[in-house]
């Protein structure tokens, strides 16, 4: 279970270390989602931890925050799984074996089967 935990804690902070895709981030403007600074992430946490029922009735701010802070992570997991993608799809693409592929020397007639009729048995058998 700790192994579960730690490594959903370094994913979350690698996560937060991404940059967000321009593109994404003006997708976020459309949805009018701000931009958040470290203290209001910081401000966000510390309300949510001291007070979990009924908190966005009685703290709106600190849960339009957590929503934004929340919002930014969902664009930053999608920016960096953009980039896993781009990057191994380039890699195989750029592979040498992918392109190279020995077919040693046989040609297709050489690759084809021979025919055989209804009647003929396959003979060494």
């Known amino acids: 279970m700790m192994f579960l935990l730690r490594t959903a804690f370094w994913l979350s902070v690698v996560i937060f270390l991404i940059p967000v895709d321009h ?31 009924g908190f966005c009735g009685r703290n709106p701010t600190a849960c339009e925050i957590g929503g934004r802070v929340a919002t930014t992570f969902m664009l930053k997991a999608q920016t960096g799984a953009r980039m896993v993608y781009e990057f191994i799809d380039k890699s195989l693409a750029d592979s040498p074996d992918a392109a190279n592929v020995d077919h040693g020397t046989l040609t297709a ?8 009729g209804p009647g003929k048995a396959p003979q060494g058998i």
């Open 109 to 116: 007639t050489d690759l084809s089967p021979a025919w055989r």
């Open 23 to 53: 593109s994404a981030e003006q997708q976020a403007e459309a949805a009018r989602v701000q931009p958040i600074g470290a203290l209001e992430a910081a401000s966000a946490a510390q309300a949510t931890i001291s007070d979990m029922s």
